[in-house]
Nanobody
Framework: QVQLVESGGGLVQAGASLRLSCAAS????????MGWFRQAPGKEREFVAA????????NYADSVKGRFTISRDNAKNTLYLQMNNLKPEDTAVYYC?????????????????????WGQGTQVTVSS
C-alpha cells in the first residue's frame, strides 16, 4: 500500500509556473506507475499526465502537452508536475495517483479508474 501527499499548489497569474510534488510512503514506490489528475468545479476528474514505473515513459493530455512535465525521483519517493505557462483553464484541484504495475499501455494509464491510491489534492488557481 502507498500513501500520497500533494503539495505546491497556489494562486498564480496566467503565464506563471508552479511545481507540484507528491510524496509517497512505502518502500516500493518504483513499482508504481504514477499519474496526475485534476478536477475543476462542476466538472469530472480528468487525466493530466502519467509516468510509468519501469522506463519512465510519459503520457500527457493534449491540453497540457508542451506546457507540463511529469517526472519522478524514486530515491526520494516523490512525483513532480512542472507546470509552465499556466492558463485560467488549468484552475482545478490536482491529485496524484498510483497504480501498481509496469504497464506502459497509454489507455490504461490515462484512466483514473485504474489507479488504486490517491492523494488528498492540492488547489491550483490561475487568474487572468
Amino acid at each position: 500500500q502507498v500513501q500520497l501527499v500533494e503539495s505546491g499548489g497556489g494562486l498564480v497569474q496566467a503565464g506563471a509556473s508552479l511545481r507540484l510534488s507528491c510524496a509517497a510512503s512505502g518502500r516500493t514506490f518504483s513499482a508504481y506507475a504514477m499519474g496526475w489528475f485534476r478536477q475543476a468545479p462542476g466538472k469530472e476528474r480528468e487525466f493530466v499526465a502519467a509516468i510509468t514505473a519501469s522506463d519512465y515513459g510519459t503520457n500527457y493530455a493534449d491540453s497540457v502537452k508542451g506546457r507540463f512535465t511529469i517526472s519522478r525521483d524514486n530515491a526520494k519517493n516523490t512525483l513532480y508536475l512542472q507546470m509552465n505557462n499556466l492558463k485560467p483553464e488549468d484552475t482545478a484541484v490536482y491529485y496524484c495517483a498510483a497504480r501498481l504495475g509496469y504497464s506502459d499501455f497509454a489507455p490504461l494509464l490515462r484512466n483514473l479508474h485504474n489507479y488504486a491510491y490517491w492523494g488528498q489534492g492540492t488547489q491550483v488557481t490561475v487568474s487572468s
